[in-house]
């Protein structure tokens, strides 16, 4: 299905992502298969119950992801979030893994289920449901603490589900790496995964994924500039340069972390920022709280384009939809937007920069073995 010059972003199903992609280009798409993760419902901390049903959370996924995606490429569908409470069901008592793939095929979307160890027996019965149903096949993805044991693992999977490894996908997730993280020693644990996976190059297709965007902003001041390295980026060029029988294509959590806030929103204070994809790092360009008219509230994002466009990692207003927004708002074009608008920005950059960062990388490593 795709090789080691591809990209898996994992793209949380919010507003900001899904019009991130709808002005991506189509051929950034072209180079990449997402991992959808569909967000749990937000919680109403005031009524202390869910703001929607579970129907009306799924009922116009299909169509988001028909006029978001626009790619014929496949997807990869993560419903956990959703089904944390194995018993959840639908209105007509489906399963929501399964109506999410019935809603999917109603607008001919092909896409490939994903699970884990850790779903429940339901979840694990809607997998099996599904790949049968629609010949999907399905992906196993495993984190750095089932390789301890992954032989009985990848044997668990096998009497789970009736799939050879041509039509199973492994996504080997590492989450959250911490930014202090040596490099080299983590490219050496990565590469032991690798190495320890069974059937290695028999698998359908093989994804690293991993970040070291933190939950929150908080260790950056207000008012000032950061980065954080992309150790998960770092990692990757060097397993390429590591003798392996087989070689992953990357993932990445986008400018996001793999936790989901479970933060009441009445409580945050939140400050304006602007999250910015270099080429080993993140820059982090942060403002003062949305809500202080002393900072202009929203308004004072001009400035931080201003700040995004001088720096000498900016990529030039060519370089993306997110990158011409930037300078559009730096030069008082266009509008300071909100939390959501920013969301879409970044994404929108962050994607088109990683899929150019393989295909530019792989290029050179293949001019090098010549």
Same mark, same amino acid.
């Given at each position: 299905?795709?090789?080691?010059?591809?990209?898996?972003?994992?793209?949380?199903?919010?507003?900001?992502?899904?019009?991130?992609?709808?002005?991506?280009?189509?051929?950034?798409?072209?180079?990449?298969?997402?991992?959808?993760?569909?967000?749990?419902?937000?919680?109403?901390?005031?009524?202390?119950?869910?703001?929607?049903?579970?129907?009306?959370?799924?009922?116009?996924?299909?169509?988001?992801?028909?006029?978001?995606?626009?790619?014929?490429?496949?997807?990869?569908?993560?419903?956990?979030?959703?089904?944390?409470?194995?018993?959840?069901?639908?209105?007509?008592?489906?399963?929501?893994?399964?109506?999410?793939?019935?809603?999917?095929?109603?607008?001919?979307?092909?896409?490939?289920?994903?699970?884990?160890?850790?779903?429940?027996?339901?979840?694990?019965?809607?997998?099996?449901?599904?790949?049968?149903?629609?010949?999907?096949?399905?992906?196993?993805?495993?984190?750095?603490?089932?390789?301890?044991?992954?032989?009985?693992?990848?044997?668990?999977?096998?009497?789970?589900?009736?799939?050879?490894?041509?039509?199973?996908?492994?996504?080997?997730?590492?989450?959250?790496?911490?930014?202090?993280?040596?490099?080299?020693?983590?490219?050496?644990?990565?590469?032991?995964?690798?190495?320890?996976?069974?059937?290695?190059?028999?698998?359908?297709?093989?994804?690293? *994924?991993? #970040?070291?965007?933190? /939950?929150?902003?908080?260790?950056?001041? &207000?008012?000032?500039?950061?980065?954080?390295? %992309? =150790? +998960?980026?770092?990692?990757?060029?060097?397993?390429?340069?590591?003798?392996?029988?087989?070689?992953?294509?990357?993932?990445?959590?986008?400018?996001?972390?793999?936790?989901?806030?479970?933060?009441?929103?009445?409580?945050?204070?939140?400050?304006?920022?602007?999250?910015?994809?270099?080429?080993?790092?993140?820059?982090?360009?942060?403002?003062?709280?949305?809500?202080?008219?002393?900072?202009?509230?929203?308004?004072?994002?001009?400035?931080?384009?201003?700040?995004?466009?001088?720096?000498?990692?900016?990529?030039?207003?060519?370089?993306?939809?997110?990158?011409?927004?930037?300078?559009?708002?730096?030069?008082?074009? *266009?509008? #300071?937007?909100?939390? /959501?608008?920013?969301?879409?920005?970044? &994404?929108?950059?962050?994607?088109?920069?990683? %899929? =150019? +960062?393989?295909?530019?990388?792989?290029?050179?490593?293949?001019?090098?073995?010549?």
């Amino acid at each position: 299905m795709f090789n080691k010059d591809h990209y898996v972003p994992i793209i949380r199903w919010k507003r900001g992502e899904q019009t991130a992609l709808i002005e991506l280009d189509q051929e950034i798409k072209n180079g990449m298969t997402p991992l959808i993760e569909i967000p749990p419902i937000d919680w109403d901390f005031e009524n202390e119950c869910f703001k929607k049903s579970i129907d009306d959370h799924l009922k116009n996924f299909a169509t988001q992801i028909k006029t978001s995606w626009n790619n014929p490429n496949k997807l990869f569908i993560d419903a956990f979030q959703i089904c944390i409470d194995d018993d959840d069901i639908m209105a007509n008592g489906s399963h929501p893994l399964e109506y999410i793939f019935h809603l999917l095929s109603e607008e001919k979307i092909e896409a490939i289920p994903v699970t884990s160890k850790n779903r429940g027996t339901n979840y694990q019965k809607a997998i099996n449901s599904v790949l049968h149903k629609y010949n999907t096949g399905f992906a196993i993805r495993l984190t750095d603490e089932e390789f301890d044991d992954i032989d009985s693992n990848i044997s668990w999977f096998v009497d789970q589900f009736d799939c050879s490894p041509a039509e199973t996908d492994i996504f080997i997730d590492y989450k959250y790496i911490d930014s202090k993280s040596p490099v080299g020693r983590m490219a050496k644990l990565v590469a032991g995964s690798l190495l320890s996976l069974p059937h290695i190059n028999q698998w359908r297709t093989l994804t690293f *994924a991993a #970040t070291t965007f933190p /939950e929150n902003l908080s260790e950056f001041s &207000t008012g000032t500039d950061g980065n954080i390295p %992309r =150790n +998960e980026w770092l990692i990757y060029q060097r397993l390429l340069k590591t003798k392996l029988p087989r070689y992953p294509a990357f993932g990445d959590y986008i400018i996001s972390n793999p936790e989901y806030s479970k933060i009441d929103p009445r409580l945050m204070r939140m400050s304006a920022n602007i999250r910015y994809t270099a080429d080993d790092e993140y820059l982090i360009f942060r403002g003062f709280s949305v809500t202080s008219p002393k900072y202009g509230k929203w308004t004072q994002t001009q400035g931080l384009c201003q700040r995004v466009v001088g720096h000498s990692k900016y990529s030039g207003s060519h370089y993306s939809y997110g990158d011409k927004y930037i300078y559009d708002c730096a030069n008082g074009s *266009a509008s #300071t937007g909100n939390a /959501e608008r920013w969301r879409k920005v970044g &994404t929108n950059h962050h994607l088109t920069l990683v %899929r =150019n +960062e393989l295909s530019n990388f792989h290029a050179t490593l293949a001019v090098g073995s010549q």
